[in-house]
């Protein structure tokens, strides 16, 4: 879908394909819900804290500000069937989402030493990966549905703007399992070699 000819002709590589599921699909996506659901498994007993004090702390905006106006780019993508835009957006407020943890430096040092950020920046984090498997579910339905199966939640809808509520303190979570798997070096020349077809000669060449 990010390789889909919408103004141009386009060709499919394999090595990209592999390239795109690695770098972007396991690390970044991947990466940032298996990353939160984890520790809120591991140091909160897979329950939502209570993130409602910290949440307003105004160096939270920059963010709230910076996805909200990725999702309205993904919509209006969506709405003019600009599909390979949607999904890039989509993949950049997953981005926003790392850089998030990463800025607020989400570890063990956090929840012991400043609960109540360490609070505050797992509720945001786990609310942006549910308004996540709303985006990509047009996309990857099957990951969508794994996402809000971790977060022991409905499927929700596309909002016009995003909030960090859709999650409340007290809710329960399931367990975290793995989006997708790295693609090795040999798997993409197995696959290379059965689906990549041959090159017609042409006559007299």
């Known amino acids: ?29 991947g990466n940032l819900v298996n990353r939160l659901i984890k520790f809120v498994n591991a140091k909160y007993a897979g329950v939502v804290p209570d993130y409602t004090a910290g949440i307003n702390d105004l160096s939270f905006d920059q963010y709230k500000e910076s996805v909200n106006a990725l999702l309205k780019s993904y919509v209006g993508g969506l ?20 850089r998030f943890l990463q800025d607020n430096k989400l570890d063990s040092a956090l929840f012991t030493n400043f609960p109540e950020k360490a609070a505050a920046v797992v509720g945001f984090g786990l609310n942006l990966i549910y308004l996540l498997s709303a985006l990509i579910y047009p996309y990857m339905p099957a990951t969508s549905e794994s996402i809000v199966k971790q977060l022991n939640a409905p499927l929700r809808s596309i909002p016009d703007a995003w909030d960090a509520d859709g999650l409340l303190p007290g809710h329960v979570i399931g367990r975290a399992e793995y989006l997708f798997t790295k693609i090795e070096e040999n798997q993409v020349q197995e696959w290379k070699s059965r689906y990549g077809g041959k090159q017609e000669v042409a006559p007299g060449s």
């Open 1 to 29: 879908m990010s390789s889909r000819p919408e103004t141009g002709d386009t060709q499919f590589v394999w090595q990209d394909f592999a390239t795109k599921n690695n770098s972007e699909l396991l690390a970044n996506l």
């Open 79 to 98: 709405e003019e069937v600009h599909i390979r835009a949607g999904l890039e957006k989509a993949m950049a407020i997953s981005g926003e989402g790392n």
